[in-house]
């Protein structure tokens, strides 16, 4: 099968970078480049892509622009390339709907094979994709082996306030004080948050919540008194 291929990025450089490196691929073809979100949406509708190749960070995309492209068609998957990308910046994209990550320092076959690879129906990962997400204890395997989901993290009012006092150090009798709400379910709102967020411990949710904003680092710098 040829896979129709997509490119999605805002730089024109990264963009005929892109087209040189596929150009001699037996199995894929660029259909189409796009530079913004409106193009992209566009291109997809008429060409109906196997994949977009998108970097989500450059200027005028973001992770709301995979789940635009997949509401426009939802047969497309999306290979994120983009450079080094934080654990928030994987992890906000994987929940989005990118089905496969890599950098865009990958060798040119690695490229080839993530495209290929995706348009087959697998997920894949570099491997320093797949090592910043395991030093953040995100569960690869389990998200590896799971059905793709392009549902966005969405946390209630009540876990936002459940995560806050988390990373504050509070314990779990602490919350349910403040709260008004049993220590049972304080355990089950997080069990809830660390599904959400794609982790399996409480460091991995305070990394969320410090950068998030849901407190602030500097308490980290300063408050010893624990």
Not at 122 to 146: N, W, Y
């Amino acid at each position: 099968m040829i896979v129709r291929t997509l490119l999605a990025d805002h730089s024109e450089l990264a963009l005929i970078g892109l087209q040189a490196v596929l150009a001699d691929s037996a199995r894929i073809e660029v259909v189409g480049v796009a530079r913004d979100v409106i193009a992209m949406e566009a291109l997809i509708v008429r060409h109906r892509p196997h994949v977009v190749l998108i970097d989500h960070t450059s200027e005028g995309f973001g992770p709301q622009a995979v789940q635009q492209g997949i509401r426009r068609s939802k047969r497309a998957r999306f290979v994120a390339i983009t450079p080094d990308p934080s654990t928030s910046t994987l992890i906000s994209a994987i929940r989005a709907g990118v089905t496969s990550y890599i950098r865009k320092d990958c060798d040119v076959q690695e490229i080839r094979d993530a495209i290929t690879a995706t348009a087959d129906g697998s997920k894949f990962f570099c491997g320093k994709v797949l090592d910043v997400l395991r030093k953040a204890a995100f569960d690869v395997d389990r998200f590896i082996c799971e059905p793709l989901s392009c549902d966005p993290v969405v946390l209630s009012d009540r876990e936002c306030q459940v995560i806050t006092l988390i990373a504050e150090g509070r314990s779990y009798t602490q919350i349910a004080d403040e709260l008004i709400l049993s220590s049972h379910t304080v355990i089950a709102h997080r069990r809830n948050i660390m599904q959400k967020l794609g982790v399996n411990n409480t460091a991995s949710v305070v990394l969320y919540a410090v950068k998030n904003g849901f407190v602030s680092p500097n308490k980290y710098l300063f408050d010893r008194t624990a």
